[in-house]
């Protein structure tokens, strides 16, 4: 039933999805459009996977103040102010500086810590046990859109382009940050979260150092540390699927006579795993809500390691670092990397949804610091993977990325069964007290 609660998550999902129409779509391009840069303007020195690196690491660090601000400011306000970094951001290739890219970069990435840990707490806000896996794969569906819209415009746009000239540059982001503004003007207007009788919900306002401490205890907590190796396997996953697979499509030569251009459409196909993914986990919530989250999670396990596989037989080990035309231990087919992309985004809605409801159901009462802690861990992930892309080649990668959701995989469905055997002490502890009375 669509009351209240659930069109605000909707709303929330649709300003996200325009706020990230323009900036995953930057992520998707950003070491091509650089890349690209340099070779006209030898004064500059920037470098996509660097910049993404800072990105990653300022939002881990703000992750820690990021519970403080939301206590103060509530969740709407700071998801706006947290929006506004993303439009300065992307506003910055119009002005292509060095300094400027790791400036706006550094920005980003605290905004989007203030961004991220709010709309965690505004979700877990807006629903319940019963409705936080549902609402996490209606807002992941409708937030995975916008890896549709903005891909698809470059991929327009470059067609037929083996190097982005400053044209082309300029057009892409100035209509991505018009985009990008309409989705500020959205969050600007998100209403109040209210609780299940309709009302609406006054946020908890606590100070900074409560906040800190507060996160400090819940890192310690049993679950939080199993999931925590989750939350790493979801930031290196970012990086691959975001700013090292399409751009290492890009770099394989062989693939295709106009390999810049699949680019875009690798992007659009890992948006529409995405939106498949949650679609399927959204409608289907009160269906598997019984078996759990752990079945959901396997299934996005299946999927990593047969793509894992499939990218091997299929890329160059040069491709994440520069273009080449070395041969892969099969002919390089294009329709095969795009289909690769659409599993990776398929899989990743596996995990990120699960994740998702997971902490606001455990954490439900402590959402802004525990969203906070899986923010920081990812984004602590992401920057190390992107330091490391620069340097290491696709098969090192695929085999960090194989270990990874192994031990990813194996933590949370521990997690979930220390949680399901604790609710069921609790509701025999509770049932034993009736009966004494």
């Known amino acids: 039933m669509l009351n209240r609660r659930t069109w605000n998550v909707i709303h929330l999902g649709i300003g996200f999805m325009f706020v990230f129409t323009a900036f995953q779509t930057f992520g998707n391009m950003e070491k091509t459009i650089l890349d690209s840069i340099q070779k006209e303007d030898s004064s500059f020195k920037g470098d996509g996977y660097t910049s993404l690196a800072v990105i990653y690491a300022m939002l881990a660090l703000g992750n820690w103040v990021a519970p403080s601000i939301i206590g103060s400011l509530g969740p709407r306000l ?90 082309t540059k300029n057009l892409v982001t100035g209509v991505l940050t018009a985009v990008c503004g309409a989705g500020v003007v959205l969050l600007l207007f998100l209403r109040p979260s209210v609780g299940v009788d309709g009302q609406a919900v006054v946020h908890r306002v606590i100070g900074p150092v409560e906040a800190f401490v507060e996160a400090i205890k819940m ?24 700013g090292v697979y399409s751009p290492s499509i890009a770099s394989t030569l062989e693939i295709s006579d106009d390999p810049k251009r699949l680019m875009g ?29 752990s079945p959901i999670v396997l299934l996005g396990f299946v999927v990593s390691v047969a793509t894992y596989f499939c990218i091997f037989l299929n890329l160059p080990n040069e491709s994440p670092i520069k273009d080449t035309r070395d041969a892969a231990f099969i002919t390089s087919n294009a329709g095969l990397a ?27 009462d402590r959402s802004a610091p525990a ?12 920057a190390i993977a992107f330091v490391y892309s620069k340097y290491v080649g696709l098969y090192a990668q695929l085999g960090i990325l194989l270990a ?12 979930e069964i220390m949680v399901r055997r604790r609710l069921v002490a609790d509701d025999s502890s509770q049932t034993e007290s009736e009966e004494s009375k």
């Open 78 to 167: 700071s998801m706006v102010i947290g929006s506004i970094t993303y439009l300065i951001f992307i506003a910055s290739f119009l002005y292509p500086k060095t300094w400027l890219l790791y400036g706006a970069s550094a920005l980003v990435g605290l905004g989007a810590s203030i961004i991220w840990t709010g709309q965690g707490n505004y979700l877990t806000l807006n629903s319940n046990d019963a409705t936080m896996a549902r609402n996490a794969g209606i807002f992941w569906a409708l937030f995975q859109s916008s890896m549709l819209y903005g891909n698809f415009f470059v991929f327009m746009a470059f067609e037929g382009k083996t190097h982005i000239d400053d044209g």
């Open 219 to 242: 890192l310690a907590k049993k679950e939080m540390i199993l999931l925590s190796f989750t939350f790493t396997f979801t930031g290196i996953v970012q990086t691959f699927n975001t």
């Open 265 to 293: 459409l690798s992007g659009l196909f890992l948006g529409v795993g995405e939106i498949v993914g949650g679609v399927v986990f959204g409608l289907l919530s009160s269906k598997t809500v019984r078996w759990g989250w």
């Open 338 to 364: 795009i289909l690769c992309s659409g599993l990776l985004g398929f899989a990743d809605s596996c995990f990120n949804t699960q994740v998702y409801a997971a902490i606001g159901t455990v954490f439900s």
């Open 371 to 382: 969203f906070a802690i899986f923010k920081f861990i990812q984004s602590l992930a992401a």
């Open 404 to 415: 990874w959701v192994v031990i990813g995989t194996a933590t949370f469905c521990i997690t």
